[in-house]
């Protein structure tokens, strides 16, 4: 009988009573278990703990203290996750990274804002030929050029009107570090926002209808780096002076926008940052998806511990000596600036490591350690991500395992449904 992905999320608190600690506190039990849920199927297998996802997405919501979050289907990918999830007071919509994909979902999720701009001139084309999806979906604008370009590709009196949300800056210019955050918007003050805001108010064929403002330097960066204490001190500094900052500066552009133009909604925040964004007056609502899968980017900070919900499979397939063994594939290596940090993390059998000088592969990844010494042929070894809906690009399905009782279900993953966005 298939699991009931929305039943289990819905259930008080997730699946495990509360003070019982989740199936992912006794690793060998854990990744046995998911090992024989998943063993008929071909590696590499990505596998997600349903008690985990569950674990992960209310504790989200305690973190929100109330305020809707948004679903960041970047570090999804995988629609039947994103149904369940939406299903689930307290989440509401679904923060897209492609317009393409923005107007896929919109055909059943009926809150979709784009995070980044598009020069998809056939994804604009079907955003303005289909009235249900122009009404659904929000396009991303942090410039007139990109609205000029909407238009180019159909006229304002040949469509729909777009849905538009402003980007706003979030990243801080330190005195002594310079720009600290990514490289998003260059719209970066009260003003500048306000004028931009007026361009779209004036413009035919665009309602303006929400902004966001994503403050990467806080939401996506750990402040408590395993074995580096003293980068950890500091990023924390950094951290509150750019909270503070922001606090400021955001709320100043908010209200100079709101004087102007009714908002449906202003997004910020990400996992991160979850407790600092609910306490900002001028948001309403919260971003985040790597907290439900739990990837190790996030094991590296002091606030929260997410469970590990998603991991990946793969095979031993030689032993080229005593000490090492051989993994067919494992180069699942996440966006960002190339670091050790962006590679997968080895998970169990425990005690394993990367060989320094091939690290993990596109098509093999030699482990060592005292662990791969009892490895065979055919065993496999389980990887966590260093980022989360990344792996959904190298499977065409996950498979959603119930721990507790070995109860396996797999579900197509975007790639499994046939699409590729990014």
């Not at 056939?122 to 007139?144: G, K, T």
């Not at 991991?311 to 080229?320: E, Q, Y």
């Not at 996950?398 to 721990?403: E, I, L, N, P």
């Amino acid at each position: 009988m298939p699991l009931d992905l929305a039943a289990e999320l819905a259930a008080p608190h997730g699946p495990q009573k509360d003070g019982e600690p989740g199936p992912w506190a006794d690793p060998a039990a854990y990744w046995t278990r998911m090992s024989e849920a998943t063993h008929d199927r071909s590696a590499p297998v990505v596998a997600l703990g349903v008690e985990a996802l569950a674990w992960n997405a209310h504790d989200l919501l305690r973190r929100a203290g109330g305020l809707p979050i948004r679903v960041a289907s970047k570090s999804i990918r995988v629609r039947g996750v994103l149904d369940a999830v939406l299903a689930l007071p307290g989440y509401r919509g679904v923060l897209a990274y492609t317009l393409a994909e923005a107007v896929w979902l919109s055909e059943t999720i009926d809150d979709v804002v784009v995070a980044y701009p598009s020069a998809d001139s056939a994804a604009i084309a079907a955003l303005a030929a289909d009235p249900r999806a122009a009404d659904r979906v929000a396009i991303m604008v942090d410039s007139e050029d990109q609205l000029d370009l909407v238009d180019a590709v159909v006229p304002p009196a040949a469509r729909p009107a777009i849905r538009v949300c402003l980007d706003f800056d979030a990243s801080w210019s330190a005195p002594a570090l310079g720009h600290v955050g990514v490289l998003r918007s260059p719209v970066s003050t009260p003003e500048g926002l306000r004028r931009l805001a007026e361009r779209v108010l004036a413009r035919p064929g665009f309602r303006l209808v929400g902004v966001m403002s994503y403050e990467a330097q806080i939401a996506g960066v750990g402040d408590a780096p395993r074995g580096r204490p003293a980068a950890g001190a500091l990023m924390r500094v950094v951290q509150r002076a750019s909270g503070a900052e922001l606090l400021e500066r955001r709320g100043r552009a908010i209200a100079a926008v709101r004087a102007i133009a009714d908002l449906e909604f202003v997004n910020g925040g990400g996992t991160g940052s979850i407790e600092r964004s609910a306490a900002d007056g001028s948001l309403t609502e919260i971003a985040a998806g790597s907290g439900l899968f739990g990837p190790h980017l996030f094991d590296h900070y002091r606030s929260f511990t997410p469970a590990p919900a998603v991991a990946f499979a793969l095979d031993v397939v030689r032993r080229p000596n005593g000490d090492t063994a051989t993994l067919l594939g494992g180069g699942w290596i996440a966006s960002g600036p190339p670091a050790a940090d962006r590679l997968p993390r080895v998970v169990w059998p425990e005690g394993l490591r990367f060989a320094s000088r091939e690290a993990a592969g596109e098509v093999q990844t030699p482990v060592i350690g005292e662990s791969a010494r009892g490895l065979r042929v055919g065993d496999r070894v389980w990887l966590r991500h260093t980022k989360s809906g990344e792996p959904m690009e190298h499977a065409i399905e996950t498979v959603a395992v119930r721990a507790n009782t070995g109860e396996a279900d797999p579900m197509p993953t975007y790639r499994g449904e046939g699409k590729c966005f990014l």
